[in-house]
């Protein structure tokens, strides 16, 4: 999606009459929302500076020019494209924009330094590394790119930023990505022309531009579809930002752990579609490649069972199950035993392990102790069960008494949910998790339906399916799972009576439901589905979750009594009411928020309550006012009886 789109003539006519910010601005609100003051501000500075780089007669009037062009799959925005061929190959120029003033070489850390954000200085990718990473996504995603053979040539522009004899942006320890993406900075203007018209000759009047934005976007990448190419060493995903930062780092503090025998721990902050998960697994390849004894540990199986299918007949069950890894696998352990332990999800971390939870002590802990270096993945927010325990806190509490060393970190750009920010925002202040600026704004056009009924729902979503069976229905515990009919679909499980719906649960003979090609007859639950990602998810609210009196309210009396997940629950509520009320609401709201969030590119919902299904509606016909108000009219929903 591209935000500002004009010939090189019209930008600098924009320039000139001092227009250009509010078209911006604009178009900015009309396609993504609201932005901030800074951002304004920096649109502001560096436009001026691309504008005295454009104002060169070589450079041909009728070049595409686009600004802020928003990367398929994720929130991440391109500052600046410039578009046109040099008589025989279509080529577009990427600049990225940079106001920083210092920078300071980072060693032993690939494409990273350290700059000014935020009144601190703090490690970033390299403006090279960054503009080579965004190209390499667009290439990866925008199918015209590739087939019409349109060659991208990225860079960066750091107008503010003198450099110096010796200076550290263009220390030969940066080549690599120098190479790929050349660096400019104050004074270097008659530089970035000539790296401009070495490619853009002749201009295009927008066809290229037109030919990215319209071209059609390659279905993205899942991590269960891509694990064997990645521990065969290959690069599937390109990491960008902060995710390129944490992976060095992890690689460099897994260094210090075995050579000053410190130990070390990561704690790694990121919600739902950060990019947790793919971090975790090209961690575990970088390190395992680097001979160290590494492993992968989630407390939830469902993961680790699409893995491991998906790995057979390209590595050896052995090696499947060293790398893949239980978090109860620890209660017997030496210290040290182990270099590295990633823990993913880690704020399903439980205190006891076993199939009757009587062996060990508490699993983080074990997992600290373990190994000289431990990486946590965690997003409190998903702790769906009384038995998770995995908090930052508690991770902190047992470093401490092992005198490790902490680094932490956030994951914060959005990779799942059309790589929307705004949504995952929107979401919570739906469920009424928290309060956000996206009350009223959705962000992007993700593919959010509320039906009233569950059939329409399971039909759409198994028309989403046909394609590659990448489209799933899950639901709330609501209804009984009873072991008598735990392996057979034709017993439905879940029943919705007034319309006539029913659908089995998962069932037990099988693993690996979210990969069944017959799974789109079974509806999963959070303990199937936790950690995985499907294009489109259809998710059946049921009474755990209602609208009373205003208000989103939650029931654990209405969960099922073969659901695990609030097992204590009536024990905890007659010794402390208050706590027990308020745990149980938190682990509700989680539960739908986890399972909200697992659709790549759509969300649909089916509500028991109705009052919770015109409470969604309303709130979804106020974000599309809100929108048409302020940035007209936009396609959101498309019918009264299926918003």
């Not at 090189?8 to 009309?30: A, C, S």
Request: net charge negative; with cysteine.
């Amino acid at each position: 999606m591209i935000v500002y789109e004009a010939s090189k003539q019209e930008f600098l006519n924009h320039v000139d009459q001092d227009v250009l910010v509010n078209h911006i601005l604009n178009q900015f609100e009309l396609k993504l929302g609201r932005t901030s003051e800074s951002e304004i501000r920096s649109w502001d500075n560096s436009m001026l500076h691309m504008y005295r780089v454009l104002n060169d007669q070589s450079i041909p009037n009728d070049a595409g020019v686009a600004i802020e062009y928003k990367i398929p799959y994720t929130s991440k925005r391109v500052d600046f494209l410039l578009s046109g061929h040099d008589g025989e190959t279509d080529s577009v120029i990427i600049v990225e924009l940079k106001q920083w003033s210092e920078v300071e070489k980072v060693e032993g850390k690939e494409a990273i330094v350290k700059t000014a954000l935020n009144r601190g200085l703090h490690e970033v990718a390299h403006p090279s590394y960054q503009a080579w990473s965004y190209a390499a996504l667009i290439e990866d995603y925008n199918e015209n790119v590739q087939e019409q053979f349109i060659q991208l040539k990225p860079c960066a522009y750091l107008h503010n930023y003198r450099k110096t004899q010796d200076d550290p942006l263009t220390d030969t320890y940066y080549d690599y990505y120098l190479n790929l993406a050349p660096v400019y900075a104050k004074g270097d203007v008659e530089k970035l022309r000539s790296f401009i018209k070495k490619y853009i000759k002749h201009g295009d009047q927008q066809d290229i531009l037109y030919q990215i934005e319209q071209g059609r976007i390659r279905p993205s990448k899942s991590l269960q579809d891509s694990l064997a190419s990645m521990l065969k060493g290959n690069q599937e995903f390109v990491m960008i930002d902060e995710q390129k930062v944490i992976y060095e780092t992890a690689l460099q503090l897994a260094e210090v752990a075995i050579e000053t025998d410190t130990k070390q721990i990561m704690i790694i902050e990121g919600g739902p579609g950060t990019g947790k998960s793919v971090l975790a697994i090209n961690l575990l390849v970088a390190l395992t490649n680097k001979t160290l004894t590494c492993q992968y540990v989630t407390k939830n199986s469902a993961p680790r069972s699409i893995y491991s299918t998906k790995l057979k007949g390209d590595f050896r069950k052995t090696r499947i199950d060293n790398l893949f890894k239980g978090s109860g696998s620890y209660t017997e352990s030496e210290l040290n035993e182990l270099d590295v332990l990633i823990a993913d999800e880690a704020h399903r971390l439980n205190e006891k392990s076993g199939l009757f939870s009587n062996l060990g002590e508490n699993q983080v802990k074990e997992i600290i102790h373990t190994s000289k270096m431990s990486i946590f993945f965690i997003d409190e927010n998903q702790r769906v069960t009384l038995k998770d325990v995995g908090s930052v806190e508690m991770i902190k509490k047992y470093a401490k008494e092992y005198g490790a060393e902490i680094t932490s970190g956030v994951l914060a750009s959005q990779f799942r949910c059309d790589g929307s920010d705004g949504y995952i925002a929107w979401l919570d202040d739906l469920l009424q998790i928290r309060e956000t600026a996206n009350a009223n704004d959705m962000g992007l056009d993700y593919d959010f339906k509320v039906f009233s009924d569950p059939n329409e729902m399971k039909r759409e979503i198994e028309k989403k399916n046909e394609n590659n069976n990448k489209s799933r229905i899950v639901a709330g515990y609501c209804w009984e799972w009873p072991k008598a009919n735990r392996g057979k679909s034709s017993f439905h499980d879940i029943q919705i009576e007034e319309h006539n719906f029913g659908i089995s649960w998962n069932l037990d003979n099988t693993a690996t439901w979210a990969i069944d090609d017959a799974s789109i007859d079974e509806a999963g639950c959070i303990h199937t589905c936790q950690g995985l990602e499907f294009d489109y998810v259809g998710v059946i609210i049921g009474d755990d979750l209602r609208y009373e009196n205003g208000r989103v309210v939650t029931d654990y009396t209405k969960r099922a009594k073969s659901d695990q997940s609030l097992k204590g629950i009536k024990k905890m509520v007659k010794e402390n009411p208050d706590q027990a009320e308020e745990i149980a609401d938190k682990i509700i709201r989680n539960t739908y928020r986890t399972l909200m969030t697992r659709g790549q590119k759509g969300c649909y919902v089916h509500c028991t309550d109705k009052n919770l299904e015109e409470y969604l509606i309303s709130q979804l016909k106020r974000e599309i006012t809100y929108r048409e108000a302020s940035y007209g009219n936009t396609k959101v929903a498309d019918s009264e009886s299926n918003y």
